[in-house]
């Protein structure tokens, strides 16, 4: 199966929690996974080289690939029914290049926040997305939320993005989110993450994985 970091807003946490959603896979549920990085700022890409300098064997593979390369990889990678295959792309909803990615894809995964402008550029997204592929499972992980900040429009906004998937429980804003690597996780953001990925991987991929195969 493949899912798909997404969301035009920068900046939201898609190639954050990409790495982090790799290592509870691998790490937690004993998946088999491979990372594509498809941004040009190859930033986790270049965290998992950094890494592998200090000989650490990887949890799993990070491959770079250009967005046109999402056909071959899409072939390929149906052909192994029990792997987890993850995109990160960077933001840009005009890049032609997204459209096939957007259709070919099982599951979106799409970090946001409560702010008007992540909120309107998340709903666009999430608009376009559902306009081109209209089987792919959509989730909206509200992410770097404070605790001491009541958010007016959170049940608002929960409301209109139910319209095209589920939305999660928060994920808090915290500072050890810049230390994560693609071999490990901090126990303290394991804590913070948990709960949202055994929801999104019991609920919406544990039982989907042979299904995914071949479609
Ligand atoms: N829950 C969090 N708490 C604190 N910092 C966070 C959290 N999630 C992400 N960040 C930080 O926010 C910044 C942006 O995150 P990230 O690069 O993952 O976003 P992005 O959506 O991939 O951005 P881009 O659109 O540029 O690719 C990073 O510095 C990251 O460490
Ligand atoms: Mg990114």
Redesign the pocket.
């Known amino acids: 199966m493949i899912t798909l970091f997404g969301?035009q807003k920068?900046?939201?946490?898609?190639?954050?929690?990409a790495v982090l959603f790799a290592n509870y896979l691998s790490l937690v549920q004993n998946k088999e996974v491979v990372l594509f990085d498809m941004?040009n700022?190859r930033?986790i890409y270049n965290k998992f080289q950094a890494a592998q300098v200090l000989e650490n064997k990887p949890l799993y593979e990070v491959e770079i690939a250009e967005m046109e390369q999402f056909e071959t990889i899409n072939s390929i990678v149906r052909e192994r029914p029990n792997l987890i295959t993850l995109l990160?792309v960077?933001?840009n909803i005009e890049n032609d290049n997204l459209m096939p990615i957007f259709k070919g894809v099982d599951l979106i995964i799409c970090?946001f926040a409560y702010d008007e402008f992540s909120v309107g550029a998340t709903i666009d997204f999430a608009e376009v997305v559902r306009t081109l592929n209209e089987e792919a499972i959509i989730i909206f992980i509200p992410?770097?939320i404070k605790t001491n900040v009541k958010y007016e429009t959170l049940e608002s906004v929960n409301k209109v993005l139910a319209n095209y998937g589920a939305v999660t429980k928060p994920?808090?804003?915290?500072?050890d989110?810049?230390r994560i690597t693609t071999f490990e996780t901090p126990a303290s953001i394991i804590q913070?993450v948990s709960p949202v990925f055994d929801l999104i991987y019991n609920g919406f991929i544990n039982q989907k994985l042979g299904l995914w195969a071949k479609v």
């Open positions: 969301n920068g900046g939201v946490g898609k190639s954050t929690l941004d700022q930033s990160d960077a933001g970090p992410n770097r994920i808090p804003e915290r500072i989110f810049q913070a």
